[in-house]
């Protein structure tokens, strides 16, 4: 997919973005064909995530940098210093977007918020994504992912009952962060183009982690109804949804409707459960969770996952629990297109994930994020800058 036909060619992001969140969110932009520049301290090396291990990718970069920074430019620039606030208010002129992900109390400091950046430009969107919000007690707090799982009640529901609370695998709060701010600077872009003004976009990773908690939270709210772990990793509700040992492993069955409950015990040659008055309903099934689960261990034992996966494929929902070696390894991942090549002039094979996005069919391409500062002299000539001016910027370590 040509970068001229993604549907954010044109749009020009500028990104004060380091490490996770922040740049997952803009690097959505950038797979959609926003052209997304980073700016990044010459003094302290950039981004943190190019000093990320355990690997690297030649000097000031690793590929847990690349993860999150694919399709995007490096401008280097000290946004303290009087000339190189001229040079980014001069960049925020021709930009729709500026992104940041810094401590909540720093956005107005730095001049990055619309207060400032609308005197600019008029129509400038500025996003902000912070750890607890700009506008209260802890705008100065720094935080990052695994606390918000921790406050948020998230720890407290993963892992098997009584065992120690535990944090999920993966930041997810970060990427989901990062997300909810690419939604939300598109939605004030969409009132930009039919005419409006430029706004502050605001987005937290505690707010963030808050509302993931969904129908619980609304469970709680109406019912005072505490949501509790369930082992096997277990829905709270509806049964069987959890997973189950096979002859080499588990499986993760979800027969979320009376269908599917019907194709399982069918498949298991079980049709005696259908007619057994502990599991007639939801709530029987529910109410009898550990007797069903122990007859449901004992036919699943009797095959391997592949016989299982194979004989439920497309009619029940059913999946491998995989190691991650075997989810890395997943052949569906080539098929489907989810590998993409993007060629690193460290490494010429090197790969990474594809946006889970399709455009006509089409999932986006993308390269590696440039070395750091290596798009400066190229953005400042398109800025007005001559040659001897960037020559003197340099010089005084303003780039």
């Known amino acids: 997919m040509g970068d001229s036909t993604k549907p954010l060619a044109g749009i020009r992001v500028v990104a004060v973005e380091q490490y996770g969140a ?20 010459p003094a302290t090396g950039g981004d943190i995530a190019r000093q990320s291990g355990p690997y690297f990718l030649g000097k000031g970069d690793s590929d847990f940098f690349q993860t999150f920074n694919r399709s995007k430019k490096s401008l280097t620039l000290d946004l303290k210093s009087t000339e190189g606030r001229q040079v980014f208010e001069r960049l925020v002129k021709s930009a729709d977007i500026v992104m940041n992900n810094l401590r909540g109390d720093q956005p107005a400091k730095l ?14 969107i500025c996003g902000h994504l912070s750890a607890y919000g700009r506008d209260n007690d802890r705008a100065g ?19 098997e009952p009584g065992t120690p609370p535990a944090r999920f695998g ?3 709060v970060d990427f989901m962060s990062g997300v909810t701010l690419a939604t939300g600077v598109l ?68 027969a979320m409707t009376e269908k599917f409950w019907k194709i399982l015990a069918e498949g298991l040659h079980r049709s005696d459960l259908l007619e057994d008055a502990r599991f007639a309903t939801v709530a029987d099934r529910r109410q009898n969770r550990e007797q ?33 070696s075997q989810a ?20 010429s094979q090197f790969r990474v994930l594809a946006s889970p996005l399709k455009f006509d069919g ?3 391409s993308g390269s590696g994020c440039s070395a750091l500062g290596a798009d400066t002299n190229d953005l400042l000539k398109g800025l007005g800058y001559s040659a001897a001016d960037i020559k003197t910027l340099a010089s005084e370590r303003v780039i």
Not at 298 to 310: A, K, M
């Open 292 to 324: 069903l689960t122990e007859i449901l261990d004992t036919e699943f034992s009797r095959y391997s996952n592949t016989h299982w996966v194979g004989l439920f494929a497309g009619r029940l929902p059913i999946a491998p629990v995989n190691s991650f």
């Open 111 to 124: 001049g990055l918020d619309y207060d400032s950046l609308g005197q600019v430009k008029r129509e400038i």
């Open 141 to 159: 707090w720094p935080g990052y992912d695994y606390l918000m799982q921790a406050e948020a009640g998230f720890m407290d529901l993963t892992g």
């Open 170 to 172: 993966l930041s997810m």
């Open 22 to 41: 922040g740049p997952f969110g803009s690097m959505q932009l950038a797979d959609m064909g926003a052209e997304v520049i980073k700016i990044e301290n």
């Open 362 to 364: 089409n999932r986006p």
């Open 187 to 254: 939605g004030a872009l969409v009132g930009v183009l039919r005419g409006g003004a430029g706004r502050d976009v605001d987005v937290n990773l505690f707010d963030v982690a808050v509302t993931q908690l969904t129908y619980p939270a609304t469970w709680f709210l109406n019912r005072g109804h505490e949501t509790e772990r369930v082992s096997r990793s277990g829905h709270p509700s509806t049964v069987p949804c959890q997973i189950y040992r096979t002859a080499d492993g588990w499986v993760f069955v979800m």
């Open 328 to 347: 890395m390894n997943n052949p569906w991942l080539s098929q489907t297109g989810m590998l993409q090549a993007m060629p690193h002039v460290d490494n």
